[in-house]
């Protein structure tokens, strides 16, 4: 079974660009996850989706946002880019919410 | 919000050492799901414990879940060096939504 990927895998961008980031769960899966990993915060979760809603959401702000499609795959998009976004987003898929993650390799987004 | 407290948050120990990693919580967890992260790779699932008292084995690897539901612990016995990376606790919120711990990092001397 395949796993979880990610694209693009590397990611350069300069403040005020904007940025989407896809995942593709692995099959079967229905729920979606994101998460923005740094050193200094850890893994801080963004949202989770599960056919086709977000059911819930971290402390972020409105320039984060997601989407996930009726083949489960998801987007998430962040708009005007700040340094402190810089970070490896991670994308986790499960069967069904609160159960075991699966994580994939990660987008490192760097802005300039 | 609800929080699950790692520590120690850094371990250096020498190959063939135990080493453990231990999550607390103020409140009781309906459960708890322990992850390995390895130095530039992603976090990877490696059990999950939903009852009081659990105790789960992989291994070298041992799972606890404490009687109340607030702490659990995980222990290695005689670290190897494909032990090193950073170990994460989580639990379900009751939405549904993962909490992670801050991690534990486990460097291992050979």
Redo the contacts between chains.
């Keep these: 079974k395949a796993g979880v990927t990610q694209t693009p895998r590397y990611l350069i961008k300069t403040r005020g660009q904007q940025v989407t980031l896809s995942c593709s769960p692995i099959s079967g899966h229905r729920s979606v996850s994101w998460y923005q990993q740094t050193p200094g915060q850890g893994l801080q979760f963004l949202f989770e989706y599960f056919s086709e809603t977000q059911r819930n959401k971290g402390n972020f702000p409105g320039r984060f946002s997601g989407r996930q499609f009726s083949n489960s795959r998801s987007e998430m998009n962040v708009s005007t880019l700040e340094l402190g976004d810089s970070a490896l987003y991670l994308c986790a898929s499960g069967r069904m919410m609160g159960y075991e993650q699966y994580f994939g390799p990660g987008t490192r987004l760097t802005v300039t | 919000g609800q929080q699950v407290m790692q520590i120690p948050q850094y371990q250096h120990v020498q190959e063939g050492e135990d080493f453990t990693t231990y999550c607390n919580s103020s409140t009781t967890l309906s459960?708890i799901?322990w992850?390995k992260q390895r130095p530039g790779?992603?976090?990877?699932?490696l059990i999950?414990l939903v009852k009081s008292g659990e105790v789960k084995k992989q291994k070298r690897l041992t799972f606890q879940f404490g009687e109340a539901k607030k702490n659990s612990s995980l222990h290695i016995t005689a670290t190897q060096t494909t032990d090193v990376g950073t170990y994460?606790c989580t639990y379900?919120?009751n939405?549904?939504?993962?909490?992670?711990g801050?991690?534990t990092t486990l460097q291992v001397k050979p």
């Design positions: 459960n799901q992850y790779g992603h976090p990877v699932f999950q994460f379900s919120s939405t549904g939504k993962l909490i992670f801050q991690g």
